[in-house]
């Protein structure tokens, strides 16, 4: 059985993400952690709590976590994901903010962890702040920890956000910086260009919202928004077809086989520049002197990925 912990911004892809995990029957969700990021923290446990009754799984435990950047920055992504961070889609009968845990996020994160030395893979589709401060309560962590697999940077300076930063290093990059120099452990990073570069087509988006279970027409209810936002767009760096960040960096959790091919390197984030703060610097040439490489996914097995996607609907 892989034990997660989640942390996430739950925007559609975070939800989409979410589903995939809880459909795998390997895979052990501990809890799930917010943090801000497509919309304010406290609707991002609203929208957990929504995904975790659409799956019949609330007994998982949900916790909220930093409301803004390290150095106090709030961000959002509305036009995308809708004011609610998910689709403005409500449901009658959601769940009330009372299930929220008392526990804090980073508390949360640091016991579980400690709970649980060298099983737990934390899995984050979010700004960094929750996992930036976890590792200053307790430094020990990421050396605890089995595998860390983050959606978020870029390798060709190409932003999704400002010019040159992808949205989660954008929203915090301090966070950014001190998690790709602190967490010393196996970390794996699912970049903006690599996602762009894999997209879902439309056609099968279209079959994969039209399977004929409650959670398919939970997920074509909330996914309308971002679904015609993404047509409108055109596509990301050429892409055609919708993509679906976060699940990525989940499914390369869940499955070893789904990663093909990575690029093994130094990282880090620009926390300066005139138009670079946020952006993720790749050091192909050592000159950093960092001992510690993270793995940069580069090709997947994207059938996978689909059957995966299906399985989060059934
Ligand atoms: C990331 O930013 C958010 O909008 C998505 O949920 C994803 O985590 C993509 O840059
Ligand atoms: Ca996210």
């Not at 845990?101 to 737990?120: D, L, T, Y």
């Not at 929203?171 to 990073?189: G, I, K, M, S, W």
Request: charged share 25%; with cysteine.
């Amino acid at each position: 059985m892989k034990k997660l912990l989640l942390d996430v911004d739950c925007g559609v892809d975070d939800a989409q993400a979410i589903m995939v995990g809880l459909a795998d029957p390997n895979v052990e969700i501990l809890g799930i952690t917010c943090v801000h990021g497509n919309t304010t923290v406290e609707n991002v446990c609203k929208n957990v709590l929504r995904v975790l009754q659409a799956c019949n799984k609330l007994e998982i435990p949900v916790f909220k976590g930093a409301a803004k950047s390290i150095l106090g920055i709030k961000v959002g992504d509305e036009n995308f994901h809708g004011q609610d961070g998910l689709g403005d889609a409500p449901d009658a009968g959601a769940p009330g903010l009372d299930l929220i845990q008392e526990e804090n996020a980073v508390s949360a994160i640091v016991r579980i962890i400690n709970e649980n030395p060298g099983e737990v893979s934390l899995v984050a589709t979010a700004p960094l702040t929750n996992l930036a401060l976890a590792v200053r309560m307790d430094p020990t962590l990421p050396g605890k920890l089995k595998g860390l697999y983050i959606m978020g940077g870029n390798t060709e300076s190409r932003g999704n956000t400002t010019v040159c930063g992808e949205f989660n290093f954008a929203a915090d990059p301090e966070a950014a910086y001190v998690v790709l120099n602190d967490y010393q452990c196996e970390t794996h990073l699912a970049c903006w260009e690599f996602t762009c570069y894999n997209p879902l087509t439309w056609d099968f988006c279209d079959a994969w919202l039209g399977q004929d279970s409650d959670k398919a027409r939970f997920m074509a209810k909330i996914f309308r928004h971002s679904m015609e936002e993404s047509k409108k767009d055109g596509g990301c760096l050429g892409s055609t077809g919708f993509i679906s960040c976060d699940s990525y960096a989940m499914a390369a959790a869940v499955d070893d086989s789904f990663v093909t091919e990575s690029d093994h390197y130094p990282v880090t984030v620009e926390l300066a520049g005139t138009h670079t703060r946020g952006m993720m610097i790749v050091d192909t040439l050592g000159l950093l002197k960092k001992t510690h490489k993270a793995c940069i996914m580069k090709k997947v097995d994207m059938e996978k990925f689909k059957k995966m996607m299906m399985a989060a609907l059934k």
